[in-house]
């Protein structure tokens, strides 16, 4: 239970609110560098504010309030120069640091353009997403996690949901809905529906615990028929603070982003690098793969025979901002708990005009490796990584073939010969993805 | 997106000033009404039927820290309950003094029998 006012100050982002305040000290994942070459201009909305992003034919970014300073028209209409954006509608040019530099229609010598200047972040590119920072100068360093900066297949599912970041974030600290939403309630599915729950995830939870680290929340597990000598508690994987977690498993290394657009809205994202053991080398890409992928059916129901429609089903209905005056906690929430008072610890620092002390850097680094199990729930590598693909969102994947096939080639290499193409195609013939998809090819022959 | 359905007691929905949210449906199968409820709507008023039980909750909750008397409140504090069987426990950290532990309500003091022998 959290009094009201607690509940609106962890969950408020806008500009001037605490936790608003708290969340302009990161970078964000605004765009992939994809969009920004077939278009150079994106609109961004980001904390409750809108901005223009655009990309110049130097290859630089840059991002700056949407609406012209001039007469307020929005600058994603506008036209990307050598030098900046200028407004679409009179010509007033921004520079990367929102220095105004031309007012063509004003009289020649006039001065009044260096008296202009709009709101300007900073943006820059890694692992083929372009980032942005919103707060105050000097800004802080944009960390290289590994799963961003490591060799690897790039492949990354994306959608926007109806709900605070918050309670999205607060289901990374609560390792027992593993067992129930994407265990037993999977298994029901998979009773009525006729197809293979990933018997992994069905595991009971013997022992929990939750560490703070510098980077956020380190979050172990000991599963029944497991010990403290297995990765899911002698490794553990982290809470990123504050908007996302590093989880994965097998060779699938994966950042699971929630970047908070607004009070109610939230950009999700899987960003997954697949590096099974055994290969080092992988299929070039230009781009991480990125697609949409679907949660609502044509009916306006959850999506649930998969691991992240599952989980979209418990934040979306929990309301755009979940109601935690009227939440009843109990022992197995204490990663919740203390996730709320990171949170707050981290608010009373900016307040007191201090850096935050968790996920954030001022050095200079190549690359930030972040713990994450390889053996994860005691499941063999590649049956793990058939079903996660299988079982999750990478269904919606056009690379999944590829990534089936980059497991397999690798069970191979590390010298494992119980995979075959015909096996693993049996796994995914009787898996939720499969039985999904010969759904939605009968309605669409009904149609 | 629901405007229009009755609410339970078949009075007729009033009509938000938020958008209608882009996304969220009742689901088809489902024969619960979901009244629309914009966050300002959730404080509390002593209107809702779920008010009093929040109100219970929130009454004895611990309002200073037990290390330094400072108000809860405040910048980097924070008062958390959970329950632990039958003992309900405020999870507390104080953003004056740092002190941050467990504070639990108990009707009555138990202790243990002292062994004989």
């Known amino acids: ?447 | 997106m629901t405007g229009g359905r009755p609410t339970h007691d078949g009075a007729p929905r009033a009509s938000s000033t938020l958008p209608a949210p882009r996304f969220r449906r009742d689901p088809q199968w489902s024969n619960h009404v979901e009244v629309e409820a914009p966050v300002a709507d959730r404080r509390l008023s002593g209107g809702h039927w779920w008010d009093p039980d929040r109100i219970a909750h929130v009454s004895d909750a611990p309002n200073h820290c037990p290390a330094c008397g400072s108000g809860l409140d405040g910048p980097g504090s924070l008062a958390v309950e959970y329950w632990q069987g039958d003992d309900r426990t405020f999870h507390t950290r104080c953003g004056e003094c740092g002190w941050s532990g467990d504070i639990t309500k108990i009707d009555r003091m138990i202790g243990h029998e002292a062994p004989h022998d």
């Open chain 1, 1 to 447: 239970m959290l009094k009201q006012e607690l509940n609106e100050q962890l969950t408020q982002v806008g500009p001037g609110t605490p936790m608003g305040e708290l969340l302009r000290r990161y970078w964000y994942p605004v765009a992939f560098v994809r969009e920004l070459d077939e278009w150079p201009i994106k609109k961004v909305r980001l904390l409750g504010e809108n901005f223009a992003l655009w990309k110049q034919p130097s290859g630089r970014y840059g991002i700056m309030q949407e609406w012209c300073p001039h007469r307020r028209a929005s600058m994603v209409y506008g036209v990307v120069e050598e030098e900046g954006l200028r407004c679409g509608y009179h010509g007033w040019l921004f520079d990367e640091g929102g220095q105004c530099l031309d007012q063509p229609a004003e009289p020649e010598g006039s001065t009044f353009a260096g008296r202009v200047k709009a709101f300007a972040g900073k943006a820059e590119e890694m692992g083929g997403m372009v980032w942005a920072y919103i707060g105050p100068d000097p800004a802080p360093e944009l960390p290289r996690f590994d799963v961003y900066v490591d060799d690897g297949f790039k492949d990354c599912g994306w959608t926007v949901l109806p709900c605070n970041w918050l309670q999205i974030m607060e289901n990374s600290v609560d390792p027992h809905h593993v067992e129930w939403l994407h265990g037993r309630y999977f298994k029901f599915l998979g009773e009525q529906q006729g197809f293979l729950a990933p018997p992994g995830f069905q595991k009971k939870h013997l022992k929990v615990a939750f560490d703070d680290m510098e980077w956020g929340i380190l979050k172990r597990r000991v599963l029944e028929g497991n010990s403290e000598e297995n990765d899911d508690w002698a490794v553990g994987h982290p809470l990123v603070f504050p908007y996302c977690m590093r989880v994965g498993g097998a060779g699938i290394e994966q950042m699971q982003i929630r970047v908070p657009i607004d009070d109610t809205h939230t950009w999700v994202a899987f960003y997954s690098s697949h590096q099974p053991p055994g290969m080092e080398t992988f299929p070039e890409q230009v781009y991480p793969v990125d697609y949409e992928f679907e949660w609502l059916d044509d009916n306006g129901e959850h999506i649930v025979d998969y691991i992240e429609g599952q989980d979209i089903m418990a934040w979306v209905t929990q309301g755009d901002i979940n109601d935690r005056t009227a939440e009843h906690l109990g022992k197995s929430d204490i990663g919740v708990i203390q996730l709320r008072k990171m949170f707050r610890e981290q608010m009373a620092l900016v307040a007191e005009g201090k850096d935050p002390t968790v996920g954030f850097t001022r050095e200079k680094h190549d690359r930030i490796g972040l713990p994450c199990e390889k053996d994860k729930f005691g499941v063999d590598y590649t049956e793990f990584a058939l079903s996660w693909i299988s079982g999750g969102s990478g269904r919606y994947s056009p690379a999944m073939d590829t990534i089936k096939k980059l497991y397999l080639e690798a069970a191979a290499l590390r010298g494992d010969t119980s995979w075959s193409v015909a096996r693993a195609d049996e796994l995914i013939e009787n898996s939720a993805a499969e039985v999904a998809r010969r759904k939605r090819l009968a309605a669409q022959a009904e149609r």
